[in-house]
């Protein structure tokens, strides 16, 4: 499906929407970053995109590491472990880059910018040592989390109480707020080629595409389809959008993004970022 | 004068470099005050920077007198004391350097005084020079003097330094220099008879505890962006 992509964007280019790509191009309507726009961390429009590191352009130590963005992969990551484990819903904001460390005062992997997609980074806090927190970071590979300090100076914390739980066999997403359901919905998940990649991840930004079909609001996950290197011209993030046509809830028919009802975007893009999201396979 | 005379007298008297009495028994009762609250402390001379000293004297108490003397201070070539002489009890704290030099910036005392108490600070200074100028023996709060250093420029000395901490009690040093000992090196900053005392700010009370947690994750506003992202 990778080099499908090459493909798709072709397809693009001569105006021919190939049934797989038909996605690609309704979403790519919301797609397609303007040259000039790219926040820090993210490649140029036509540059290269999935696997590969995202420039550092905000290192705070000197470290020539990645910018932990959804366009980075970040080789020495320390995997996430507890896949399916809710927190305390702890959430931090980094107002500056931070060093991001494979662990405890150890060696620095990554660099966390202050924002992502243009909006502010809010990263869940999954483990705490001493003065160490750790946090899932936005990057490939899948489940990519890194140690950054509690020290650091405007490093603003704060509490989430939502917690977002996919189902994959069942099709359905959850929306907990202290641990309570307050909304379950039917919702579109990845086709068996295309599958959403489970694991925890967390809600990494809410964006208004230019058109509002087939979503007025997609919000992007901290996590990328696992089987698509690149998809759209993105770095085949997923993420949680609308979709017009209903007929999809319930169904296993998306490259990995996770379709919900109208309904749900409206009450999911009154989550604050950094919100987890447990998907489960 | 006669107060500074009895504390020399009294370190005079000390047979080590350093003596310590801290005993509350010991503490003269008139010393006492019903009302006073909080940790004094006091400390006689210290640096920080290029040739640090740790605060020598150093003294402090939350309840009855505690007092340390020390005759003399003259590990570095920079600053030199006798009879340094700190008492901290309860709400009060004082500090006395005497025969005070400071070679490199021509600075001299025959006595630095500075006491706080209940909160209120005040430094007197007996025969302080610096460049042969004197320096007014009671200083207003923070008085900042010029000062030339041969050979590497002017500084600053600051009399009666007030300065409130953070938790709310109140630092009075005699004097503060910033001392800059070559023109490439790291500065020294240099006080001399420092007292603090006061009540510390007291934790919020719990009459009204604010619901947990106290920082709320803001909800997000929608970027004006467009992302590929896997339909």
């Known amino acids: 499906m990778a080099t499908m992509n090459t493909r798709a964007r072709r397809v693009r280019t001569a105006g021919a929407l190939a049934p797989a790509a038909a996605a690609v191009l309704l979403l790519g309507g919301c797609g397609g970053s303007s040259p000039g726009e790219a926040a820090s961390g993210e490649p140029s429009a036509g540059s290269g995109l999935g696997g590969q590191a995202g420039p550092s352009a905000d290192r705070p130590d000197g470290v020539n590491a990645p910018a932990a963005t959804t366009f980075a992969t970040v080789p020495g990551a320390p995997k996430d472990e507890g896949a399916q484990s809710a927190t305390d819903g702890l959430v931090v904001h980094p107002s500056a880059a931070v060093p991001v460390l494979d662990r405890p005062g150890g060696r620095t992997v990554a660099t966390l910018p202050a924002e992502q997609l243009g909006g502010p980074t809010w990263v869940p806090v999954v483990e705490t040592s001493g003065g160490w927190r750790r946090v899932l970071l936005p990057s490939r590979p899948n489940r990519a989390t890194g140690w950054i300090s509690a020290a650091t100076p405007g490093l603003r914390t704060a509490h989430t109480p939502y917690t977002v739980r996919i189902d994959l066999a069942r099709r359905s997403l959850t929306l907990l707020e202290s641990a309570r359901p307050v909304g379950r919905w039917k919702v579109a998940v990845g086709g068996a080629r295309t599958p959403t990649p489970p694991g925890r991840t967390f809600v990494m930004a809410s964006l208004a595409p230019a058109k509002q079909t087939p979503s007025p609001i997609v919000l992007p996950l901290g996590t990328h389809s696992a089987t698509l290197d690149t998809f759209g011209g993105g770095p085949g993030t997923v993420a949680l959008h609308g979709w017009p046509d209903r007929a999809v809830f319930g169904r296993a028919v998306t490259h990995g993004c996770v379709r919900v009802p109208a309904d749900a975007l409206r009450r999911l893009s009154s989550v604050p970022l950094g919100t987890l999201v447990l998907i489960n396979g | ?231």
Request: glycine content about 10%; hydrophobic content about 40%.
């Open chain 2, 1 to 231: 004068m006669r107060h500074v005379l009895r504390r020399l007298t009294t370190a005079g008297l000390l047979a080590a470099g350093l003596v310590a009495v801290t005993s509350p028994a010991m503490a003269a009762p008139a010393e006492h005050s019903g009302t006073a609250r909080g940790e004094g402390s006091a400390y006689g001379l210290t640096a920080i920077g290029a040739v640090p000293l740790a605060p020598v004297p150093a003294v402090s108490s939350r309840s009855g007198a505690a007092r340390k003397s020390l005759l003399r201070e003259d590990r570095t070539e920079y600053v030199q004391a006798s009879a340094l002489d700190v008492m901290a009890r309860a709400g009060h704290a004082s500090s006395s350097v005497a025969r005070l030099n400071v070679p490199p910036a021509g600075l001299t005392a025959g006595a630095v005084t500075a006491t706080c108490d209940g909160g209120r600070g005040a430094t007197h200074l007996t025969d302080a020079l610096v460049a042969g100028r004197r320096l007014d023996a009671a200083p207003p709060p923070n008085t900042t003097v010029p000062v030339d250093v041969e050979g590497v420029g002017r500084t600053s000395l600051i009399l009666n330094k007030q300065q409130r901490m953070r938790d709310g009690r109140l630092a009075v040093t005699g004097m503060e220099l910033n001392l800059p000992l070559s023109k490439v090196a790291k500065d020294s900053t240099v006080r001399i008879a420092s007292a603090t005392c006061g009540q510390a700010a007291a934790p919020r009370p719990h009459a009204h505890p604010r619901p947990r947690p106290a920082a709320e994750a803001p909800a997000p506003t929608p970027v004006k962006r467009d992302l590929p992202v896997a339909g």
